[in-house]
Nanobody, 116 residues
Framework: QVQLVESGGGLVQAGESLRLSCVASGTMFSIYDMSWYRQPPGKQREMVATITSGSVIFYADSVQGRFTISRDNTKNTVYLQMNSLKPEDTATYYC??????????WGQGTQVTVSS
C-alpha cells in the first residue's frame, strides 16, 4: 500500500515563502514520477510541478521561476519550495506519485493560504 503524506502548508503573506514536503512509504520511491498539484477553492485540480524518476522537471507557467520541485530518494521525499507567493497561489496542495505502470497515488493534501 503506497502512502503519501504532505506537510508544510500554512498561512503566509504575499511575497513570503513556504516549503512543502511529501513523504512516501510502501513503495520504491526512486522509480516513481512525483508531482505536486493544487486545487484552488471552487476550481479544478491543476498540475504545479513534476519531477520524474530521472529528475526531469516540468512546471506550470503560473509558477515557473517562483517554485522549485526537488526530491531526495534517500528520504523518500519530494519537496516544493514556493517563493514570492501570491494570493492566487491559495489552494490545497496535493502530492501525487505515478508508478512506471502508470498507477497514481495521492496524498491527503495540505492547505496553503496567501493573504494580500
Amino acid at each position: 500500500q503506497v502512502q503519501l503524506v504532505e506537510s508544510g502548508g500554512g498561512l503566509v503573506q504575499a511575497g513570503e515563502s513556504l516549503r512543502l514536503s511529501c513523504v512516501a512509504s510502501g513503495t520504491m520511491f526512486s522509480i516513481y514520477d512525483m508531482s505536486w498539484y493544487r486545487q484552488p477553492p471552487g476550481k479544478q485540480r491543476e498540475m504545479v510541478a513534476t519531477i520524474t524518476s530521472g529528475s526531469v522537471i516540468f512546471y506550470a507557467d503560473s509558477v515557473q521561476g517562483r517554485f522549485t520541485i526537488s526530491r531526495d530518494n534517500t528520504k523518500n521525499t519530494v519537496y516544493l519550495q514556493m517563493n514570492s507567493l501570491k494570493p492566487e497561489d491559495t489552494a490545497t496542495y496535493y502530492c501525487n506519485g505515478a508508478s512506471p505502470s502508470r498507477r497514481y497515488y495521492w496524498g491527503q493534501g495540505t492547505q496553503v493560504t496567501v493573504s494580500s
